[in-house]
């Protein structure tokens, strides 16, 4: 069946950079379109960044609210998205969620703070 499981998220202090991980299965990853979804605490789901499936060329897409500090990459050969997170403020604190939109799927989420 199609499961996506994230990892990578933490504790990290303001400035600071995680890269979170959604390992993929029970699909052909490569043929997809995968997103990141954020969630922070007392909030509404929030779209972050999109990346296009091989075939539509790869290109990516980001949310204002972290263009420049996020970058969305996709490892096919390993079935593998990931979320590079750079300069972390206080406000991305979140649980953060990949997507696979056609296919319906989402993971579990995994844990984002940004404090001292």
């Known amino acids: 069946q199609v499961q996506l499981v994230e990892s990578g998220g933490g504790l990290v202090q303001p400035g600071g950079s995680l890269r979170l991980s959604c390992a993929a299965s029970?699909?052909?990853?490569?043929?997809?379109?995968m997103s990141w979804f954020r969630q922070a605490p007392g909030k509404g789901l929030e779209w972050v960044s999109d990346?296009?499936?091989?075939?539509?060329?790869?290109?990516?897409y980001y949310a204002d609210s972290v263009k420049g500090r996020f970058t969305i990459s996709r490892d096919n050969a390993k079935s593998t998205l990931y979320l590079q997170m750079n300069s972390l403020q206080p406000e991305d604190t979140a649980v953060y969620y990949c997507k696979c939109a056609v296919l319906g799927a989402w993971g579990q989420g995994t844990l984002v703070t940004v404090s001292s």
């Open positions: 990346i296009e499936d091989h075939n539509s060329g790869g290109n990516t």
């Open positions: 029970g699909f052909t990853f490569s043929n997809y379109v």
